[in-house]
């Protein structure tokens, strides 16, 4: 159980241009999404916070609108990256929160989506 | 200060040995612990998640938790190459928010 899904795996793209990152939970219903990015050597940095239904919180320094995110079912967070640059090419991974009995607030993770913009 | 703070390593132990990963915190009042295991170019994996002062034991792994003393570690019992990754910790801030806070992580290298 917990599994999550993410879509494209990676993504080359031009600069300029939109891209836009799916994030799936398969086997639950997560109300709360997270998604980071995570630079080569570097730990996560959490982006924003993505709950259904409502808009999400971003954490500071992120551009919202750069950064958009749509939580618009209980399965389903997209992140769209909007005239992204070379500075922008990083992994990006969303993780969802179980809440179930003991596990009440882990998060488990997508195999994240590496975006290179040229 | 940082919020999580980890030793970056490389933490280098032979096969079979115990590998001790150690983690502090800065806010007293966070109360869940997790250890992620990462692999290069792969996304974090949840190892353990703690809650309170302790042990906790699962097969090889073992989450120990003190927060008078804010720190929580990680041992690995007869540990094996495939562990060869980056260790995460991540701290929830508190006030219910359930957002963690993630350490820079400690590289771990088994060697055979």
């Known amino acids: 159980g917990a599994v999550v899904s993410q879509h494209p795996s990676w993504v080359i793209c031009k600069s300029g241009t939109s891209v836009k990152i799916e994030c799936r939970s398969l086997?639950?219903?997560?109300?709360?999404m997270f998604w980071y990015r995570q630079f080569p050597k570097q730990s996560l940095m959490l982006m924003a916070t993505?709950?259904?239904?409502?808009?999400?919180?971003?954490e500071q320094g992120v551009e919202k609108d750069k950064f958009l995110i749509n939580h618009a079912s209980l399965t389903l967070s997209t992140l769209t990256v909007t005239s992204a640059h070379p500075e922008d090419s990083s992994f990006y991974i969303c993780?969802?929160?179980?809440?179930?009995?003991?596990?009440?607030?882990?998060?488990?993770f997508g195999p994240g989506t590496r975006l290179t913009v040229l | 200060q940082k919020e999580v703070e980890q030793n970056s390593g490389p933490l280098s132990v032979p096969e079979g040995a115990i590998a001790s990963l150690n983690c502090t915190y800065s806010?007293?009042?966070?109360?869940?612990f997790f250890w992620y295991r990462q692999y290069s170019g792969k996304s974090p994996e949840l190892i353990m998640s703690i809650y309170s002062n302790g042990d906790k034991e699962d097969g090889r792994f073992t989450a120990q938790l003190n927060k008078a003393s804010q720190y929580v570690s990680l041992l690995i019992r007869d540990s094996q190459p495939s562990d060869s990754a980056t260790y995460l910790c991540?701290?929830?801030?508190?006030?219910?928010?359930?957002?963690?806070?993630f350490g820079r992580g400690t590289s771990l290298i088994v060697h055979p």
């Open positions: 806010d007293r009042g966070s109360q869940s």
């Open positions: 993780s969802a929160r179980v809440v179930s009995g003991s596990s009440y607030n882990e998060q488990f």
């Open positions: 086997d639950f219903q997560a109300t709360t």
């Open positions: 991540a701290v929830n801030r508190p006030g219910g928010s359930y957002i963690p806070t």
């Open positions: 993505s709950n259904e239904g409502s808009k999400a919180t971003y």
